[in-house]
Each structure stands twice: as C-alpha cells, then as structure tokens.
C-alpha cells in the first residue's frame, strides 16, 4: 500500500462526512469525525474484505450499530472502492432514490451488512451473525468459515435495554470472534452525557462475561494493539475507545451541537483549517485516495485463497455451503417432507394444540432441513420448539441446532436477524404471542430489511385460559398483520400448521409470525391435498349445499367454531360455507379476480377471531359481521371464556340469522 499518513487518511472520512452532510443541510457529521481513526486502522490493518466482491461469504462483516453516523460508512464505501458507491451517491446523502440514506440499510446499500436505525439493533444483531459464524465453523470446518464481527457502537446503543440482553447472550456463548469498537464521546443530543448515565461500560461488560479496556480512540497505535488483543480473546472483546465528537471543530468538538446537524460554512471551513485539509467539498487528493483503494484491494488475496481452499472441499459439503449460504435456497427435502406428513395427519387426524401440531412438523423438518436453527425465549417446553435428540448450543460448544435464548425476547429476535441475514441458517425462535410487544422492534426490522427470520409465536388467544388477561393477546393479530412485508399465519389443525412451516421456510425475503393455539383443536383439514391450500392466505374450506347465503371466515383456533355454526345454519336450511382464513394479509395480497372467487358473493358475512375486528374489514365490509373480542381477556379455563366473551357457534349463527331477519 503506499505509503500516506494514517493521519490524512483518517482525515478523508471527516471531510466527505462533512461534506455530505453539509450539501444535505441534514445528518450526522459528530460521529465520523469522531471515530475516523478507528475506522481508519481497521479497514486498513484488520477488517478482511474485498471491495470488489462485497458478498465475499468469509469476509469479515463490519455493522455501524451506530447508524446516525452512516456518512462513516458510505465515505469507507467509496474510499476503499465498493463500486456502487460513487461520489455522486455521497453528494446525494439522504436524498430520494440515493445509495446513502439517512441510517444504514442493508436492502439499499452494498457494505452495509444490515439495517442499523434504532439504537441497538445492531449491537444485538451482530451476536446473530458471529454465532451464525460459529456455528458454520463448527459444521463446515475453519477451512472454509473463518472470520470476525466488528461493531461500531455507541453510548445510545449501550444505554438501550436491548444492549444488556445482547451482551449477556454473548457473553455466555462465549462468542470470541465478536469485536465491539465502542464510541466513547461522553455526549449524546441533549448534552453530556452525565444527565443521564453513570454506568461503567467497561465493568458492566467484564461482569457479562467480555474481556474489555480503555484506549485513546485517536491513537492509532492503541487501537491497532487492543484489536489484536481482542483478535486473540477466547470471549468477546469491548475495546471503549475515548473520542471527541466533532473531532477538529473549532467551537462543536466536544459537545451535543455536534451530533446532529450540519457543521454550517463557517465551523466547516475552520475544521479543515485546523485538520490541514486543503480541498473543496468532496474532494480527496490522489495519494490518500490511492492509499483507501489500495486497502480495498488488499483482500482479493484472501478471497483467492479461500476460494481455493473451498473448491478442495468434499463435493457434497462443497454443494451444501452454496445452497445454504450463497445461493440461500431451500432443502429439496423440505416439499417431500411435507407431503409425507400431510399424508400421515390425514390418515390418523390428531386433535392436538397447533403448538404441538408445530413440534410435530419439526419433528419432520429437523432432519430434512439442516439448515432450521430452532431456539426459544426461555420457553421451550411451552413453545414445543425442541425436537427430540436435537444438540443444543452450548458456551464455546457450536455444533447444536438448538439455542436456550434466555428471557430476552428482543434479543432473540434481533440476534435471529443475524443469522438470517449471515446466512447458512434459517433461524426459528419461540415465545408468547403476548411477548411479540418485548420483541418488536426487531421484528420491525425483520420485516423492513426483508429478513426470513421466523417467529413461533404460541398461546396466541384467550385459549390459553387460566394465565389471564396480561397473557391473553388481543390485538396482537391485528397489529403484526398491519406491518408492512411481516407474513401472520394462523393454522387451524395440523395439517394447516405444516403447510405454514412449509410456506415460512420457502420465504426467501421477509419474516413470518407462526401464531400457535395452548389448547387441542379439532382437526379441520380432511384431504391433503397436492398443492399447498394456505399459499393464497385463505380457501374455502366447507362448500355451501347450494348457493350461499352465508360466508363464514376465521382463522385458527376459531375454524372449528365456524365449520359447527356452518353445520348448524345448514340444519336450519341456510346454505353457508366456511372460509379458512391462515394468513389475511397474504390473502389481501392476491390479485382481485382471485381474491374476490375466495371472498365470494354471499350477502352475508361474518368474520369469527378470538382477537379484536380490526383488519377484517377488508374481508367481510364494514357493515359485515365479527364474533371476536372488544376488550381485553380473564383468567379462567378457555372453554369458560369463549363462552363468557360469546365467541361460539351459537353467536355466530345468532348473528347471522338476525342479519338476515
């Protein structure tokens, strides 16, 4: 590389983040100038990737948990010569249609490893990519899987709650290839940050289980030696490197102005002044610029030789990683592992919860899927989402498919991000449905990065009796029905459950919410059928005899209530069918001519849900009917508060026979 100093090289970043957001009149300048050295050493000494290959599958992976400071990472884009970052991208940051939005997303950007917007989420997204990391290493060998996780972060995202879940799980898994760099400015937006927090971040990560040090965050000697420190750690490694946001303003350094605002003509000028910093906007001269490129090439060597040592590889474990991890396709196993377990339920109907329904369908998955990682939020006997004889992950032990979680529902969900997002995985993790409020944020993410994480989500009702109200979701349904790209299905028997999984795991973009019944259902489904009949969202499951006057629709625990309150409109000579509804939003995503044959012209309507109405509209009209609940739940057997709440086959055919008078 030629020789330039570091110094100058970490000076490019402040300028193009400068720059950035000064053309923006918007961002975050205080976080890039404040980190440049970090940043400096470790794209030029340690991270290992190729600019020129941005999927490379063993490269290092970089996440800027800190996402406000992004023009850190676009600058680093351009500098090391990431092709699609152009200075045209950089002169366009947080513009419409640009490379270079305001926070870090993965779907957007190429470098950006995943999206980092709320503070936290990439702390804790990053303990998924390094146990995916782990993991692979373990079953495909350190030939083949062999590298770090670095992160970026802040004190935002270390006074988020989200950061102790994830540090914890961590450090417990003994996870010592995951580097956290940690900004240590002392400022957040309303001032130091003393009005608010005392924590010793260096303690509270030793008492976790890290190895963690203070350096000077501009000695660049200092922070090369902790990170081969950290490279040589057998836990995960804090290194909390003092910095001065705003490094080099002449009258922000140092304080909350400079977070987040653009520096103004004036600061901007006396900065490159005291950086000695010669150049106009966006301009980096030819021998730093050269340096960046060079230090982007550096990796080609390394992705060469991997190659090499992957095409020596077995045939079959060569095969295998492709599928997985680079092309990222499902198991041809899974569709004839489906198919034989239709044809078993069919054969012996078992009434069971569809939680146990789900067991049973991993049961059938596990060994056909290798790639479907399973775990739960400390509630595995009552998610059922442990097979039998399926290994469990254990500190410093990687070969298992089974991960206890701990009670950390958000950091459940955003470490299965990581792997997902990783790759070689398809991660599942249970909880309570109620619990998806302690794990939405990640979910948010999920679905907005198009991430194929999938959530088991069981005692999705007031089904589940006795535990009450606080346990009972209600408008859960509702609520993961209206984020956009997050996938609800709710089956109604064992036999909808399987071809849920199956549905969940053919996903390649997008997360899906298995929401999963406490108590036995009866079994709906009579045939099984060639095709999948939930991959509309919806079908007809119970054919009117004649034309129908009546069309009933629900969803899981509640079809069996609307196949009887059918049995019994029919006995009173009205012709009414039944509509199984698994996945609502999945049926309103169907073209109109299909979604409107499975809707039906029936003149009645009626929508039967152990949740609130919302949503179904769409479905049965505002003037249809709903038999479900306008408040929140009791403690008492499930039997007794269906009844108590009138959600039964005698309120729906009330319903319905007053409707039509």
Not at 290 to 316: I, Y
Not at 345 to 372: C, H
């Amino acid at each position: 590389m030629p020789t330039v100093d570091s110094s100058r090289m970490a000076n490019a970043i402040r300028a193009l983040a400068m720059d950035g957001v000064e053309k923006a009149k918007s961002g975050h300048p205080g976080l890039p100038m404040g980190t440049a050295d970090i940043a400096t050493v470790l794209f030029t000494k340690f991270l290992k990737y190729d600019a020129a290959d941005p999927h490379w599958p063993d490269r290092d992976r970089f996440i800027l948990s800190a996402g406000h400071g992004s023009m850190l990472l676009y600058a680093l884009l351009y500098l090391t010569g990431y092709k699609q970052m152009t200075l045209d991208q950089l002169k366009n940051f947080r513009q419409l249609d640009s490379k270079t939005p305001g926070h870090p997303e993965n779907f957007i950007t190429e470098g950006a490893e995943t999206t980092t917007g709320p503070l936290g989420q990439g702390v804790a997204t990053s303990v998924g990519f390094a146990l995916a990391e782990r993991l692979l290493a373990a079953e495909f060998g350190g030939e083949v899987v062999d590298h770090y996780t670095y992160v970026l972060c802040s004190d935002g995202d270390l006074m988020e709650g989200i950061s102790h879940e994830a540090i914890a799980l961590a450090g417990h898994l003994k996870l010592n290839k995951l580097i956290f760099l940690y900004d240590d400015n002392g400022i957040t937006i309303d001032g130091p940050i003393s009005l608010s927090d005392d924590v010793d971040q260096v303690a509270r990560f030793k008492a976790c289980g890290w190895d963690a040090r203070r350096i000077d965050g501009h000695d660049q000697k200092a922070i090369a030696a902790a990170i081969r420190r950290a490279q040589k750690s057998d836990r995960p490694s804090l290194i909390a490197c003092k910095t001065i946001i705003g490094f080099g303003a002449p009258t922000r350094a140092g304080t909350s102005k400079a977070h987040g605002e653009a520096l103004g003509a004036e600061e901007l000028a006396g900065t490159k002044k005291a950086l000695d910093w010669e150049y106009g906007p966006f301009e980096v001269p030819d021998d730093v610029l050269n340096a960046w490129r060079s230090a982007g090439r550096k990796g080609k060597r390394h992705n060469k030789e991997w190659r090499a040592r992957f095409a020596a590889q077995p045939d079959a474990q060569r095969d295998e990683f492709k599928r997985r991890v680079i092309d990222r396709k499902p198991s041809q196993n899974l569709n004839e592992a489906i198919r034989k377990l239709k044809d078993k339920l069919v054969a012996e109907p078992p009434t069971v919860a569809t939680r146990k329904a789900s067991e049973m369908t991993l049961e059938a998955l596990v060994p056909a899927v290798p790639e479907l990682l399973l775990g739960s939020a400390d509630l595995t006997p009552s998610n059922n989402t442990r097979t039998k004889g399926l290994k469990e992950v254990e500190p410093g032990q990687y070969g298992g498919r089974y991960i206890h979680y701990g009670i950390r529902e958000l950091g459940m969900a955003a470490a299965m991000n990581g792997i997902a997002l990783h790759g070689g995985y398809a991660p599942a993790g249970g909880t309570f449905m109620c619990f998806a409020d302690y794990a939405r944020p990640a979910m948010r993410v999920s679905a907005l990065a198009y991430i194929p994480t999938i959530y088991i989500m069981t005692h999705d009702s007031i089904g589940l009796g006795e535990d009450g109200p606080t346990h009972q979701p209600v408008e859960h349904l509702a609520s993961l029905r209206a984020m956009p790209n997050m996938r609800v299905f709710r089956p109604a028997d064992a036999v909808e459950t399987a071809e849920c999984w199956q549905l969940a795991l053919e996903r390649p973009k997008g997360p899906t919410v298995l929401a999963l019944s406490r108590q036995n259902l009866t079994p709906v489904r009579k045939t099984a059928d060639a095709d999948n009949r939930c991959a509309q969202g919806a079908y007809e499951l119970v054919a009117a005899n004649g034309e129908a006057k009546v069309s009933i629709f629900a969803s899981g625990s509640e079809v069996e209530i609307a196949v009887a309150a059918q049995q019994q409109l029919s006995q009173r000579g009205i012709a009414a069918r039944v509509v199984s509804v698994p996945s609502l939003e999945l049926l309103l995503e169907q073209p109109e001519d299909r979604r409107q044959a499975i809707i039906g012209k029936a003149p009645v309507k009626i929508a039967v849900e152990a949740a609130v109405r919302f949503g179904w509209d769409a479905v049965i009209g505002a003037d249809g009917l709903f038999v479900g609940m306008n408040s929140f739940g009791h403690s008492a057997p499930a039997k007794d508060l269906y009844k108590h709440f009138g959600i039964t086959a005698e309120a729906v055919v009330s319903a319905v026979e007053k409707r039509l008078g």
